[in-house]
């Protein structure tokens, strides 16, 4: 970002909802140490999923901005110019962490790929249509706040459009729907890292280690064709960031899903030809609240970062259930 709304810059405006949680009373501090305090639900979840309390507002930050920059610039001109309390997560700054997915215009999203040409909506401007019908789960997070509209990117050419203000438009941004807000743009994503873990996110393989003649330990190298890793390869690339979660309505309504990110995880363990507990994997997905949850919605499938076709490897998941 360079140069300022005086010099002839263009703007944008971030309309972003906040939250603040309420502190905790002292009450509460005081019977977390007791015996006697309240645990999570026997049913699961719990706490993790709890609506935070807190408070909720709306606040718009007008800055000088390029149809380049990506949201996460803007965020972090805010955060280093103007309004140092605004919370916002991120790291790698370029698409591999998944740790600053959010909701842009009502559309989970990661901050530092989605740019200002792409989101930002002129005011007036008709709201782009969903060609394929998808309710957006627009939702601004489970604590409460007024959903915005959900709206993806502006179709091309749309984007050009500058007002005579300099103004290049409107971006709205909440916290990834689906989960706890902990703080204005930062979504509590344990409930979606605790399904993951659930799974055994790690390879499971009988006869890797063996202890040689001079009771040395020894490792074997497991070789693969191309058309074996082919199999599960992109999966592999998936970086937990829960984008496919926040566009899941039946992941949204709470634990009755383990999820579309838990069961990628298990997808890619059960195409990867070296793992021998593909039996158990397939078992632990093949519950109520697995497999079974998935109402083919694939609105997961339309916007993760990684290109997965997550929707359709879940039909895949489901088929090698069902033909077991
Ligand atoms: S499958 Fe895609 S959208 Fe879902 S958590 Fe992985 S990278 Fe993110
Ligand atoms: S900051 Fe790492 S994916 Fe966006």
């Given at each position: 970002?360079?140069?300022?709304?005086?010099?002839?810059?263009?703007?944008?405006?971030?309309?972003?909802?906040?939250?603040?949680?309420?502190?905790?009373?002292?009450?509460?501090?005081?019977?977390?140490?007791?015996?006697?305090?309240?645990?999570?639900?026997?049913?699961?979840?719990?706490?993790?999923?709890?609506?935070?309390?807190?408070?909720?507002?709306?606040?718009?930050?007008?800055?000088?901005?390029?149809?380049?920059?990506?949201?996460?610039?803007?965020?972090?001109?805010?955060?280093?110019?103007?309004?140092?309390?605004?919370?916002?997560?991120?790291?790698?700054?370029?698409?591999?962490?998944?740790?600053?997915?959010?909701?842009?215009?009502?559309?989970?999203?990661?901050?530092?790929?989605?740019?200002?040409?792409?989101?930002?909506?002129?005011?007036?401007?008709?709201?782009?249509?969903?060609?394929?019908?998808?309710?957006?789960?627009?939702?601004?997070?489970?604590?409460?706040?007024?959903?915005?509209?959900?709206?993806?990117?502006?179709?091309?050419?749309?984007?050009?459009?500058?007002?005579?203000?300099?103004?290049?438009?409107?971006?709205?941004?909440?916290?990834?729907?689906?989960?706890?807000?902990?703080?204005?743009?930062?979504?509590?994503?344990?409930?979606?890292?605790?399904?993951?873990?659930?799974?055994?996110?790690?390879?499971?393989?009988?006869?890797?280690?063996?202890?040689?003649?001079?009771?040395?330990?020894?490792?074997?190298?497991?070789?693969?064709?191309?058309?074996?890793?082919?199999?599960?390869?992109?999966?592999?690339?998936?970086?937990?960031?829960?984008?496919?979660?926040?566009?899941c309505p039946v992941f949204?309504?709470?634990?009755?899903?383990?999820?579309?990110?838990?069961?990628?995880?298990?997808?890619?363990?059960?195409n990867d030809s070296r793992?021998?507990?593909?039996?158990?994997?397939?078992?632990?997905?093949?519950?109520?609240?697995?497999?079974?949850?998935?109402?083919?919605?694939?609105?997961?499938?339309?916007?993760?970062?990684?290109?997965?076709?997550?929707?359709?490897?879940?039909?895949?998941?489901?088929?090698?259930?069902?033909?077991?």
């Amino acid at each position: 970002m360079s140069g300022g709304i005086d010099n002839g810059m263009t703007t944008v405006t971030l309309r972003v909802h906040r939250f603040t949680p309420r502190q905790e009373r002292e009450r509460d501090r005081a019977r977390g140490g007791s015996p006697f305090a309240k645990k999570s639900s026997p049913f699961g979840g719990g706490a993790a999923r709890r609506r935070p309390r807190g408070k909720q507002w709306v606040q718009e930050y007008t800055l000088p901005a390029s149809p380049q920059d990506t949201v996460l610039d803007c965020l972090l001109a805010i955060k280093r110019g103007v309004d140092p309390t605004l919370a916002f997560r991120y790291s790698c700054g370029h698409g591999m962490c998944g740790s600053d997915a959010v909701a842009i215009n009502g559309t989970p999203t990661l901050l530092c790929t989605a740019t200002v040409k792409d989101w930002a909506r002129r005011p007036g401007a008709a709201a782009t249509a969903d060609d394929e019908g998808f309710r957006r789960t627009g939702d601004a997070a489970e604590a409460g706040s007024p959903a915005p509209e959900a709206e993806g990117p502006e179709p091309d050419g749309a984007q050009d459009a500058v007002g005579a203000d300099g103004s290049l438009g409107v971006i709205e941004l909440s916290a990834l729907p689906g989960f706890p807000v902990q703080r204005d743009l930062i979504a509590d994503i344990d409930p979606m890292l605790d399904q993951i873990r659930k799974l055994k996110p790690y390879l499971q393989a009988d006869g890797v280690l063996a202890t040689t003649a001079e009771g040395k330990v020894d490792v074997f190298e497991y070789l693969q064709r191309p058309e074996q890793l082919a199999r599960y390869e992109m999966l592999s690339n998936c970086i937990a960031c829960g984008v496919c979660e926040g566009s899941c309505p039946v992941f949204a309504g709470g634990d009755a899903f383990i999820g579309p990110a838990a069961l990628i995880t298990a997808s890619r363990f059960i195409n990867d030809s070296r793992d021998t507990a593909t039996e158990a994997r397939l078992d632990a997905i093949d519950t109520a609240d697995g497999i079974a949850a998935c109402q083919s919605v694939r609105a997961c499938s339309r916007e993760c970062p990684r290109g997965i076709d997550v929707g359709e490897e879940i039909w895949q998941l489901i088929a090698q259930v069902k033909e077991r």
